[in-house]
């Protein structure tokens, strides 16, 4: 026969039938008595993601069939498990941070000052360092650890660095009520300097009580008279003292790992000139610093004690005269202040016990909420029917 029609015969029957059959009543053959299966549509595909079985009470047999909606809430779950097993997994593996807030009991440490500046327009042998603070402990023109570095009027460095207490003992004199009082700055050396228009960078480290205190930089010599902190200089000496500076870098203890760079690192202050021509520039500037006491304390055990800085800055333009009096004195002024409360910061690991517990508690809270949202979804989307009554009570 052609390949359009069949005749089939039955003998089962004792008339016996002959049906015919097109190949078009077959449905999709290709040829070789075989149907064509069709690509499994996406709603197919989810529903075989659903884990979430339901049975249809209105059906005398109670088999679990899969749905659409149900698929998708469970690529959701199975999404959210993951993200969260993954976020938990890397707060096992590395270290967290924890912080809180308390009193300050350690106010009888010292406190390690570092501190890096340049001064374009002042000279080395004008630079001195003083340290006063609330408990009459004053530091006058420390030199045992504060190195200098002379620039020329451009700006380069002129030799080595070099610490004052470094230079010939002769620059030294013990005076009655002073006590050891520098003369780094003798005449023939400041003439020197100045007359080249040098400038200077200094840079060191103060040991200071952990009280309010500040440390400066201003004109003239400095000693202490009576108690008091007072400051030595001529009129001649303002001309050649501008207090423009740039701090490159000041911190007030050591830095621990995250620890965010002091606001003070790379500030600079300039004094612009005067519009008379006869009038002498300078400038009193006073940083006023908060520092609060922070211990850090590593994985490894290892506590470290230091401060976090914020800072204010207050800037006093001076024009002087050759008939003017001074209504202040040039300089530059840190004030810096401690609170009386301390942060304590810990680096610590998560137990294997809190992970385990926790990655537990997640899955089986998005396998809950997943549940209760799934079947929520059905009940909506199915029509309103009545229950089936059980067949042993028909």
């Not at 960078?201 to 003239?220: P, Q, S």
Request: glycine share 8%; hydrophobic share 35%; with cysteine.
């Amino acid at each position: 026969m052609g390949d359009e029609d069949q005749v089939l015969i039955d003998d089962g029957n004792a008339g016996g039938r002959v049906r015919r059959r097109n190949n078009a009543d077959r449905g999709d053959d290709d040829g070789r008595g075989s149907p064509t299966r069709r690509a499994p549509s996406w709603a197919s595909r989810v529903q075989t993601a659903d884990m979430f079985g339901k049975i249809d009470s209105t059906q005398l047999d109670d088999v679990a069939f899969r749905t659409t909606a149900g698929g998708i809430v469970s690529v959701v779950c199975y999404f959210l498990m993951f993200v969260l097993f993954v976020s938990e997994t890397s707060r096992f593996l590395f270290s967290n941070r924890y912080e809180h807030l308390k009193v300050d009991t350690s106010r009888s440490q010292m406190t390690e000052i570092y501190f890096h500046i340049t001064f374009p327009a002042i000279c080395c042998a004008d630079v001195h360092v003083d340290t006063m603070d609330v408990t009459g402990e004053q530091q006058v023109n420390v030199v045992q650890s504060i190195w200098k570095t002379r620039l020329d009027m451009f700006g380069n460095a002129i030799g080595r660095e070099f610490i004052d207490k470094d230079l010939s003992p002769k620059l030294y004199i013990q005076m009655p009520g002073i006590g050891l009082m520098s003369l780094v700055g003798t005449d023939h050396r400041i003439a020197e300097q100045r007359a080249g228009h040098e400038g200077c960078i200094v840079r060191g480290t103060l040991i200071v009580n952990k009280v309010e205190g500040n440390f400066h930089v201003a004109v003239g010599r400095s000693h202490k008279s009576q108690g008091h902190h007072v400051h030595n200089f001529r009129m001649s000496d303002l001309p050649h003292f501008n207090t423009s500076h740039t701090i490159h870098a000041m911190s007030f203890g050591p830095r621990y790992s995250g620890q965010p760079e002091s606001p003070l690192n790379g500030w600079t202050r300039t004094i612009e000139p005067s519009s008379n021509p006869d009038a002498i520039v300078s400038g009193l500037f006073q940083y006023h610093i908060e520092l609060t006491p922070t211990t850090f304390k590593s994985m490894l055990g290892r506590q470290l004690h230091t401060n976090q800085v914020s800072v204010n800055d207050y800037f006093k333009r001076l024009d002087f005269t050759g008939s003017a009096s001074v209504s202040g004195m040039p300089g530059v002024f840190f004030q810096y202040k401690f609170s009386p409360f301390m942060v304590a910061i810990d680096d610590r690991r998560t137990s294997i016990v809190e992970y385990f517990t926790s990655t537990f508690a997640i899955i089986g809270g998005v396998f809950a909420v997943s549940t209760m949202i799934d079947g929520l979804i059905y009940r909506l989307s199915r029509p309103m029917r009545p229950y089936r009554s059980s067949p042993l009570l028909s």
